[in-house]
């Protein structure tokens, strides 16, 4: 019973090994906001009318 469980565990430790790791994470600087996004996040980002219609226009340009 004990080799069962020890040859599961290896079983499952070479198994999870394949999975990628978290440093193969994107970096999403080239994601591309639909207007809506860049609304909600230059809006989150800032409180003032100005601040956000500025914060539009760097992204677009």
């Not at 999975?19 to 996004?37: C, G």
């Not at 989150?44 to 219609?53: A, F, G, P, V, W």
Request: one cysteine or more.
């Amino acid at each position: 019973m004990i080799k069962f469980f020890t040859v599961l565990l290896l079983f499952l430790f070479i198994v999870s090994c394949g999975y990628p790791d978290i440093d193969n994470v994107p970096d999403f600087k080239d994601a591309k906001l639909t207007d809506e996004e860049l609304l909600d996040h230059c809006s989150i980002s800032n409180t003032d009318k100005k601040d956000i219609d500025k914060c539009i226009n760097d992204y677009k340009s």
